[in-house]
């Protein structure tokens, strides 16, 4: 068991450009979440997929992010168009559903600064 | 909608106990989970409540009181490492979502 891994784990950009990140679940992991997180807050939901399909998108993402999990595997989330208010930590997190509980194990996460 | 809230910063000292409390308003739940963050780092899973109770984990306790809206991470014989971030949350009941607090800073003195 390798963990959840993300892709890359820091990622400086101009206002303006397009940014991706990956994430790459726990094998067998079926369920695929990605959060946002900056300095003194938790977490904030952003969304998440069943194997591939996308079953949530958070009402507060702009529809300048994407995110798809093409084979249920891998996922990768996009950024058009950035912000400077996109600057913050991107989390992914994966579980398998079960026994009671949906523990989510997180990756390490991208650091997001645009300038 | 979902309110969560806990103490934004606590200090002990080594050796001691503290208890972190957590205290939620949700639209639904499906279980509280405590989650252990180092400064830039990735959220670490600690305990889940789903019952009212108390779950023992080595030096982590988690309670949960449903009807109260409460819960509580107690962590016994502080060590140095344990000063991190300590995260409540609370999943949904139809989609697991985790909502979370912000976060309660934990910082422990020799």
């Known amino acids: 068991d390798t963990g959840v891994s993300q892709d890359p784990r820091h990622k400086i950009t101009k206002r303006g450009q397009n940014v991706t990140f990956r994430c790459d679940p726990i094998?067998?992991?079926?369920?695929l979440y990605w959060y946002r997180q900056t300095l003194g807050q938790g977490p904030e939901f952003l969304t998440y997929?069943?194997?591939?399909?996308?079953?949530?998108k958070s009402r507060l993402l702009s529809d300048r992010f994407s995110a798809e999990r093409p084979k249920g595997s891998f996922s990768t989330l996009e950024i058009q168009r950035t912000e400077q208010g996109d600057s913050a930590m991107y989390l992914c997190?994966?579980?398998?559903?079960?026994?009671?509980?949906?523990?989510?194990?997180f990756g390490p996460g991208t650091r997001l600064t645009v300038l | 909608g979902q309110n969560i809230d806990q103490p934004t910063e606590m200090t002990a000292t080594e050796g001691a106990i503290v208890q972190i409390n957590c205290t939620y308003q949700?639209?639904?739940?499906?279980?509280l989970f405590w989650y252990q963050q180092h400064a830039g780092e990735a959220p670490t899973f600690l305990s889940y409540n789903v019952l009212d109770g108390l779950e023992e984990k080595g030096r982590f306790s988690s309670f949960l009181s449903r009807s109260k809206g409460y819960s509580y991470l107690l962590l016994k014989e502080l060590q140095m490492k344990d000063s991190a971030s300590y995260l409540c949350a609370v999943g949904g009941s139809n989609d697991y979502k985790l909502s979370f607090g912000a976060g309660t800073t934990v910082t422990v003195r020799a």
């Open positions: 997190a994966s579980s398998l559903p079960g026994q009671g509980s949906d523990t989510q194990y």
């Open positions: 094998s067998e992991h079926n369920r």
């Open positions: 997929f069943q194997n591939e399909a996308q079953l949530e």
């Open positions: 949700t639209s639904g739940f499906n279980g």
